[in-house]
C-alpha cells in the first residue's frame, strides 16, 4: 500500500469482526511503533498488549459514558495501550527545555499513528480512545510511577469501514510567512 492511500483510506474503526489478530501482526505494529521519531530519540513510550478479556472489560469500565468507543474496547481481538514516560522527551539532563513542557505526548501520537497506519496496511482497523479514566485504567494495567497511560487503540477486522469525513481544503488551514 503506498503512503498516501493509507493516510486517505484510513478511518477510526469502532465495530470489528469476530476473527482473531495473529502475534505476528501484534509484531508488525510494534515494529512501527518502534520507529516512530520522538524528542532526541527518547523513544518515551511503553506499549501494553492486552489481548485477555477480563481486562478489557475492566478497562471498558473506564471510558467515558456515552464513548463511541466503548463497545470496540471489548470486541476488539486486541487493545494496544500506549503509555509515556514522564521527564524524558523536552527535557535535558532532568531540566524542561520547552515552552509547553513534557513533550510525551507528541512523542506518542506519532507512535499512535504509525500503529494505527500500519494496522491499516494490515487490512486491520484501529481506533485512537482518549476519553476515559487514565488514573483508573493505570491502576488496573499496574503502571508504575513516573508513567502515565495516554491512549487506547483496539484492533481488529473491520466489520464495517465508515466513509470520509468532510476535510478542510488546504488553503483553509495554510499560511505563507506569517498567519
Known amino acids: 500500500m503506498e503512503l498516501m492511500e493509507a493516510i486517505v483510506n484510513r478511518r477510526s474503526i469502532r465495530n470489528f469482526e469476530d476473527r482473531d489478530v495473529s502475534d505476528e501482526q501484534v509484531t508488525q505494529m510494534l515494529e512501527a511503533v518502534k520507529w516512530a521519531q520522538s524528542w532526541a530519540n527518547t523513544q518515551c513510550w511503553e506499549v501494553i498488549v492486552v489481548r485477555d478479556q ?25 487493545v494496544f495501550v500506549l503509555c509515556g514516560r514522564l521527564k524524558a522527551a523536552g527535557y535535558y539532563k532532568g531540566q524542561v527545555t520547552t515552552k509547553f513542557g513534557d513533550w510525551f505526548m507528541f512523542d506518542l501520537g506519532i507512535a499512535a499513528q504509525n500503529l494505527c497506519l500500519r494496522a491499516h496496511d494490515l487490512g486491520l482497523g484501529s481506533v485512537i480512545v482518549g476519553l476515559f479514566d487514565h488514573d483508573e485504567a493505570k491502576k488496573i494495567l499496574q503502571v508504575p510511577e513516573g508513567y502515565e497511560v495516554v491512549v487506547m487503540i483496539p484492533v481488529g477486522y473491520p466489520a464495517k469501514v465508515p466513509s470520509a469525513p468532510k476535510r478542510r481544503e488546504i488553503s483553509e488551514f495554510t499560511h505563507y510567512e506569517k498567519f
Open 54 to 78: 477480563g481486562v478489557k472489560q475492566k478497562l471498558q469500565a473506564t471510558l467515558a459514558k456515552g464513548n463511541p468507543a466503548t463497545k470496540s474496547m471489548v470486541q476488539a481481538p486486541v
